[in-house]
């Protein structure tokens, strides 16, 4: 039986472009990604590329995965064809509608309860059970191995394995740096 990975969270790489949702509504629409799959009723959202720092007019540069946050992935042709099928079996594609730069999120649909809830460190909103953020995660292996990618029901964002980071790495995409969350003992 193979070992469980370490497992990482994204992050946007300084100095590479961001997008953001035009309006208010795609916003919200993001905030709901929670593993549901939405392909078959989807409507591409309206983005924005930011290519330069407003307040410095400093010059970014160019991204295959665009910063948008940790719970939807967006990602230009280049970063869909490099990763393949890894992005489709762990979730779905859904363009965005962004003037001439074709982009898509990623929207992750593998959804495990694998956190350790009684090992991790979490703080909850208060008078609430419900997680707010979690400070230290420690994974159960059995559920997390030979995973790739997923997300958890305590949280928003993805999380994936060495075997994703090393496709980003080694395919030379860039705009997406990962946060190693846990190792497995």
Same mark, same amino acid.
């Given at each position: 039986m193979r070992a469980a990975s370490k497992i990482y969270e994204s992050d946007g790489t300084d100095g590479y472009e961001w997008v953001i949702p035009v309006n208010d509504e795609g916003m919200e629409l993001f905030l709901t990604f929670d593993g549901t799959p939405r392909l078959h009723q989807w409507h591409p959202v309206r983005m924005k590329l930011l290519s +330069?720092?407003?307040?410095?007019?400093?010059?970014?540069?160019?991204?295959?995965?665009?910063?948008?946050? =940790?719970?939807?992935?967006?990602l230009r042709p280049e970063a869909v064809c490099a990763l393949g099928n890894l992005l489709t079996e762990y979730g779905e594609l859904l363009p965005l509608c962004c003037g001439s730069t074709e982009l898509y999120a990623?929207?992750? +649909?593998?959804?495990?309860?694998?956190?350790? @809830?009684?090992?991790?460190?979490?703080?909850?909103? +208060?008078? =609430?059970?419900?997680? @707010?953020?979690?400070?230290?995660?420690?994974?159960?292996?059995?559920?997390?191995?030979?995973l790739h990618a997923f997300k958890i029901p305590q949280a928003a964002a993805i999380y994936v394995d060495n075997y994703f980071v090393a496709r980003v790495t080694d395919a030379g995409l860039t705009g997406l740096s990962f946060r190693q969350v846990w190792a497995p003992n």
């Open positions: +330069t720092l407003d307040e410095q007019k400093k010059l970014l540069k160019r991204a295959d995965f665009p910063w948008f946050g =940790s719970d939807a992935l967006c990623w929207n992750v +649909t593998t959804v495990v309860d694998a956190l350790d @809830m009684d090992r991790s460190k979490v703080i909850r909103f +208060t008078n =609430s059970e419900r997680v @707010m953020t979690i400070t230290e995660h420690v994974f159960r292996s059995d559920i997390v191995q030979g």
